[in-house]
């Protein structure tokens, strides 16, 4: 199983991107699909996922900016990020609870870097 993260890049504050990340592999189904993020020196953190169910869940700091959904036709979660700010600078790694045949694992994508500034 291997997942291919993509869309990151620079962008000025109030802009946007969509990141993607896309699963690839002997997936038999998918549980909750995640985007992390991380700065130098900080702890990774959880910025959204995605449940099996639909479910989502934001941490506050980007509720009402970050939109997460996925697409499970093609196994692939997105990050819709509108109005950035400087602080949302970071890497962001997708993160995919996945079932093969025999087990559940977690997977990460590479991380791909965001960077917001003027």
């Known amino acids: 199983v291997q997942l291919q993260a993509s869309g990151g890049g620079l962008v000025q504050p109030g802009g946007s991107l969509r990141l993607s990340c896309a699963a690839s592999g002997s997936i038999f189904s998918i549980d909750t699909m995640s985007w992390y993020r991380q700065d130098p020196g900080k702890q990774r953190e959880l910025v959204a996922n995605v449940a099996s169910d639909g479910n989502t869940y934001y941490v506050d700091s980007v509720k009402g900016r970050f939109t997460i959904s996925r697409d499970n036709a093609k196994n692939t979660v997105y990050l819709q990020m509108n109005n950035l700010k400087p602080e949302d600078t970071a890497v962001y790694y997708c993160?995919?609870?996945?079932?093969?045949?025999?087990?559940?694992?977690?997977?990460w994508g590479q991380g791909t870097l965001v960077t917001v500034s003027s």
């Open positions: 993160n995919v609870a996945i079932w093969t045949v025999t087990r559940r694992d977690d997977y």
